[in-house]
């Protein structure tokens, strides 16, 4: 018998079909070890040995441990399949280290999606444990735990909320989203205004003699009165030119624009995306078999498989004809680690119609989604024919701009009659034209900075190259959980406990808390991976250079900015029980305590348990779907999957 050990109990059944009886699959249920919390600082490093980390069984997983033994016994031959990443190969690194595989053979396979071509490639193509890409992973984890540990609890005491934490990805994105709110806070919008005019079926604004393709920005309201008051009834069309706008073909999606498409497209956290992608990608339960739909959703790359490319080829061809097939386009900003390919389809025969039925709202939402970009990644671009019809008025010129499709392309994917042109009439020069109603002063501002949504941070933490995809939610969540962020109507802002946390950092941890840091470390990790860089190397430097910054940290008060209105000291951020206030830092000489306005409840916001097995999430309430407690309440780890911790209720447990 040979044995195959995955992650997720929900593959197993899947792959053992495609197996066949002389193969056991069975799964380990996330990480089995992680670094033991003992040691100098509770790091679980042997600091006398390179910073070789120290590792424990995870308590809940002992009884995993046990029954996997129980299997490997049993087995000829083991084949570790964990997910296809650096995290999956740590995983079946640990594997190897605790089973008690003797002499049999431990081999690792990998797949990139659940389907039988692709369990037998892997299986007939097995490989040794990658090295280089466990030491990356653990270098990331002895790194974060550094951080994690001994750089959270400076903040909380500068803080005095108990349950902050800090992280080497987190608090380089913390400080993106307060930057932002400081550009937002600090904007002072402009005042101009533009002049427009209506005709029968569009309308003409006033334009730029120096930029004809632009509307003219008057900054004085007199001025444009003066341009109304000399208009007359009559436009002249002056001139007409004709031009072309090419829209290009997307790029299949990534984690990163799966997250923006899916948020802009049905409001979906990046939590809730990462969770469908997941069901899509482990298969859904059809006609009494799992399917998989999806490859694997962790990924930065556009890339598509050449066998992929040339089913995609002949199904572009029958369904919507040759004159329409494109080529396929990737994208590399030289941050991608190209390890998988694009989130795709893993069958073009599994058409969003065909499988409407099997899938729920959420899940064929965005199943239909990744197959429409998919297809047209690989179609024609869209050619539009442009039409700018300038018109004069007392030597005034105003411009209206048409267009209609010549060539639909990869839009034709998308439903019929959206690129109908509107109102794309003859016109012929010379010709005179009158107006429906009188010409209107538009009066506008100049738009400030925008807040980050979750689709846009994970955009720009992928552009500035801090988190990979598989940590993009996580990240988001944690910040959520620790009320360092809170979402209104999509947008992110920053709590004050947020802007005072970072505000702490900035002031004594700037040269490592910061986009650039971070994003050097991730090169790093890169290199580890590819076996370029050292991972003691590494450590002893990011180590030696935490700690000589870690020493310099003076007062743990962190100034707001502002003075005190009663005696004119620093006004400094202070925490409680009930998070973060503004207080005079001359206490207790002065007492005064800035009133806090009135926050917006976070929709968001979760119990504040620390979950017991992790430290990383809270608990928070669910609702189970089936079994006999179907119905019931019980509480989970908001770090699931990562964390699958769960308890019936909360007794004996302190809020924090």
């Known amino acids: 018998m040979n044995l195959v050990i995955v992650e997720s109990p929900s593959k197993t059944k899947t792959i053992k079909e495609f197996l066949g009886k002389d193969y056991e699959v069975t799964a380990t249920m996330g990480h089995i070890r992680d670094i033991a919390n003992t040691g100098l600082y509770n790091l679980g490093l042997d600091f006398e040995n390179n910073y070789k980390p120290i590792f424990e069984i995870i308590p809940h997983q002992h009884k995993t441990v046990d029954s996997l033994n129980k299997y490997v016994a049993k087995a000829d031959k083991i084949f570790l399949a964990t997910d296809p990443d650096r995290e999956g190969e740590a995983i079946s690194w640990h594997l190897k280290e605790v089973l008690n595989t003797g002499n049999k053979p431990v081999k690792r396979i990998e797949f990139n999606e659940i389907t039988e071509p692709a369990i037998l490639e892997a299986i007939n193509n097995p490989r040794d444990i990658d090295m280089n890409l466990y030491h990356s992973q653990e270098t990331r984890k002895i790194m974060d735990r550094i951080i994690g540990y001994r750089l959270t609890g400076v903040l909380k005491k500068a803080t005095g909320i108990n349950s902050n934490t800090a992280g080497r990805v987190q608090s380089a ?257 010379s010709e005179t034209m009158k107006p429906t109603h009188d010409p209107k002063i538009l009066f506008k501002e100049t738009e400030g900075p925008k807040p980050f949504t979750e689709a846009t941070i994970i955009k720009e933490m992928e552009a500035r190259g801090i988190g990979r995809p598989s940590t993009y939610s996580s990240t988001i969540e944690n ?79 962190i100034p707001t900015g502002e003075v005190c209105p009663i005696c004119g000291s620093s006004m400094v951020y202070k925490g409680n029980t009930k998070g973060i206030f503004e207080a005079c830092g001359n206490y207790p000489s002065c007492k005064y305590i800035k009133k806090a306005e009135k926050e917006e409840s976070n929709e968001n916001a979760e119990i504040k348990i620390e979950c017991p097995e992790c430290h990383k999430g809270f608990l928070v309430p669910r609702i189970a779907k089936k079994g006999k407690h179907k119905g019931k309440t019980f509480y989970g780890c908001s770090n699931f999957p990562d964390c699958t911790f769960v308890i019936s209720d909360l007794k004996g447990f302190t809020k924090k």
Not at 179 to 194: L, T
Not at 481 to 509: D, M, R
Not at 517 to 532: Q, R, W
């Open 479 to 557: 910040l959520k959980t620790k009320h360092y962020i809170e979402i209104h109507k999509k947008s992110i802002i920053p709590t004050k406990n947020g802007i005072a946390s970072v505000a702490f950092l900035e002031k004594n941890f700037d040269s490592i808390i910061n986009v650039n840091y971070t994003a050097s470390m991730e090169k790093e990790l890169d290199d580890i991976a590819t076996g370029t860089a050292d991972e003691f190397s590494t450590v002893d430097s990011f180590y030696k250079t935490f700690n000589e910054i870690y020493d310099k940290v003076g007062s743990l008060t």
């Open 173 to 429: 994105t913390l400080r993106i989203i307060v930057d932002k709110q400081k550009d937002i806070d600090a904007f002072i919008p402009e005042k101009f205004y533009e002049i427009e005019v209506q005709f029968r079926h569009f309308k003409a604004k006033l334009t730029d003699p120096l930029h004809p393709t632009k509307p003219l920005i008057l900054k004085d309201e007199e001025e444009a009165n003066k341009i109304i008051a000399s208009l007359n009834n009559e436009y002249i069309v002056k001139e007409i030119k004709f031009g072309e706008r090419v829209e290009k073909a997307p790029l299949p999606f990534t984690t990163s624009t799966l997250t923006q498409a899916a948020l802009n497209r049905y409001s979906m956290s990046a939590k809730k995306t990462s969770r469908i992608a997941q069901e899509l990608y482990e298969g859904i339960e059809v006609n009494g078999k799992h399917i998989a739909f999806i490859t694997y959703m962790r990924t930065d790359s556009t890339r598509l498989s050449d066998v992929f490319k040339r089913s995609l080829a002949g199904y572009i061809k029958t369904v919507y004809g040759p004159d329409d097939l494109g080529y396929a386009h990737t994208f590399n900003n030289g941050k991608i680690q190209d390890a998988h390919e694009a989130i795709r389809p893993v069958s073009l025969n599994q058409t969003p119609e065909k499988v409407e039925k099997y899938l729920n709202k959420d899940q064929f939402n965005l199943y239909k989604l990744i197959f429409t970009q998919t297809v047209a990644s690989m179609m024609k671009d869209a050619f539009f024919e442009t039409k700018t019809v300038y018109l004069e008025n007392n030597n005034h010129l105003f411009s209206v701009t048409f267009e209609k499709p010549i060539s639909r392309g990869f839009r034709k994917v998308k439903e019929k009659g959206d690129d109908e042109p509107k109102y794309y009439f003859n016109h012929e020069v």
